[in-house]
């Protein structure tokens, strides 16, 4: 089970985990504490402490299916698709804000660049291993 980890059909999935983890509880574990230190902007309200605790939650819940995908095959495809869409779905809404917003502080510019590329490394896992597979 465990060298399903390291196949590299795998690796967007591994990487996307071993990155949203510290990500989902950087965000939700002590959103007040830790926003002035690592991002420009504090979390003071209970309001929106609970939004961030909820992202972390989605964040972690997408955690387990991408590592769902990785020991079964099952459900690799599933969770490759819900990778992608993952990714780029936070790339887009960051570009968004960049045109209506003005850029951010480099943790978020270095965050989207890293979602944009993990995005197009999961599409391109599913086209090459979706190939490999309807040919055998």
């Known amino acids: 089970m465990m060298e399903n980890f390291f196949k590299l059909k795998n690796l967007h999935l591994l990487i996307s985990v071993l990155v949203v983890i510290p990500v989902a509880f950087t965000y939700g574990l002590f959103p007040?504490?830790?926003?002035?230190?690592?991002?420009?902007?504090?979390?003071?309200?209970?309001?929106?402490?609970?939004?961030?605790?909820?992202?972390?939650?989605?964040?972690?819940?997408?955690?387990?299916?991408?590592?769902?995908?990785?020991?079964?095959?099952?459900?690799?495809?599933?969770?490759?698709?819900?990778?992608?869409?993952?990714?780029?779905?936070?790339?887009?809404?960051?570009?968004?804000?960049?045109?209506?917003?003005?850029?951010?502080s480099l943790v978020f510019v270095f965050g989207t660049f890293g979602e944009l590329v993990l995005g197009i490394f999961s599409a391109f896992n599913l086209v090459k291993y979706s190939k490999a597979k309807s040919s055998i």
């Not at 902007?41 to 590592?67: C, H, P, S």
């Open 32 to 104: 007040g504490e830790m926003s002035p230190i690592l991002f420009d902007f504090e979390v003071q309200t209970t309001d929106l402490k609970n939004v961030f605790r909820a992202i972390m939650g989605l964040y972690l819940a997408f955690v387990a299916f991408w590592i769902l995908g990785i020991l079964n095959e099952k459900f690799w495809t599933a969770a490759t698709i819900a990778n992608l869409l993952f990714m780029t779905g936070l790339a887009f809404g960051r570009f968004i804000s960049f045109i209506i917003d003005g850029l951010p």
